[in-house]
């Protein structure tokens, strides 16, 4: 099923001036007969046999290599993209993992910087020392960390402190009614608060329309990532996305 498997992206963009900081890349299926299956549908099974492992390693390997291609389509003298890559459960407790991320970062020349491990809050907080030991361990070799789904699991604030984290991702459930619900509102409010106050950066997932982004802009959101700027795509059709946006913004 590995050849089946294809890599999509989705823009991140800067709140304030929607210029791209990244993209997250998300897992499809694309099966003989049922078409594209969503990771939704089959991650849950191969987190429980196991075969998203491999999957997760091919994954690393497919995207820093796609990833190296979108730096050019950049305007001159702009930071180097990030290409964010989730890591699940099974492959954080996998001792292959540092090794499958040297062996991305050497087979495609990406630099280190360049690269962002997302695991959920959920997985950072099963075993918090190995996770204190692996994340320091991606750190010394230059990476960026982020949490996902914040805020739909169990921090442990104080090890939220100490993990050498760069990003928090609001989860997106927060996002959906945010501009009607005081309540969601608080919370991503209260995690903004939280975030900046352990000087990591913000992402809210999920953003669908331009309330939304005026909103989180004026909440002092640092990026964002939804429908509203850029569905997730395969990489051909984000090269044509690159092209348009910033041809687009030269005229
Ligand atoms: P996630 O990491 O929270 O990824 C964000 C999900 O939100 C993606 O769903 C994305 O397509 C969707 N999304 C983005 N913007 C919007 C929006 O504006 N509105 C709505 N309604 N949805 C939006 P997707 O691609 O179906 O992936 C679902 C989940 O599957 C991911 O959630 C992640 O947990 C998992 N997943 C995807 N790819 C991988 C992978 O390569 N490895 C691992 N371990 N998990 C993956
Ligand atoms: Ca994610
Ligand atoms: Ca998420």
């Given at each position: 099923t590995r050849h089946e498997l294809v890599a999509y992206f989705q823009p991140q963009v800067s709140c304030v001036d929607s210029s791209v900081k990244g993209f997250e890349a998300l897992m499809r299926w694309r099966h003989p007969i049922l078409g594209l299956v969503s990771p939704a549908q089959f991650i849950p099974l191969a987190e429980n046999n196991g075969q998203i492992v491999?999957?997760?390693?091919?994954?690393?390997?497919?995207?820093?290599?796609?990833?190296?291609?979108?730096?050019?389509?950049?305007?001159?003298g702009?930071?180097?993209?990030?290409?964010?890559?989730n890591v699940s459960?099974?492959?954080?407790?996998?001792?292959?993992?540092v090794r499958d991320v040297q062996v991305a970062l050497e087979s495609s020349g990406l630099h280190p910087q360049q690269l962002e491990l997302e695991i959920t809050e959920g997985t950072a907080m099963l075993d918090m020392q190995r996770t204190m030991d692996l994340l320091r361990q991606f750190k010394s070799m230059g990476l960026q960390l982020a949490i996902d789904d914040f805020g739909t699991g169990y921090s442990s604030l104080a090890y939220l402190k100490r993990f050498p984290l760069d990003v928090l991702k609001i989860d997106q459930s927060f996002i959906r009614q945010i501009c009607s619900d005081k309540d969601d509102r608080a919370i991503a409010a209260a995690i903004l608060s939280l975030a900046h106050s352990l000087q990591l950066k913000v992402i809210a997932e999920g953003v669908e329309t331009e309330e939304q982004h005026t909103l989180l802009t004026e909440m002092g959101c640092d990026e964002i990532?939804?429908?509203?700027?850029?569905?997730?795509?395969?990489?051909?059709?984000?090269?044509?996305?690159?092209?348009?946006k910033y041809r687009h913004k030269a005229l």
């Open positions: 491999s999957m997760g390693s091919w994954m690393l390997k497919e995207a820093c290599m796609q990833a190296i291609r979108w730096q050019e389509y950049q305007p001159p702009a930071p180097l993209l990030r290409i964010a890559v459960l099974r492959q954080f407790a996998d001792v292959n993992l990532q939804g429908y509203l700027h850029g569905r997730p795509m395969p990489s051909d059709d984000l090269q044509v996305w690159m092209h348009e």
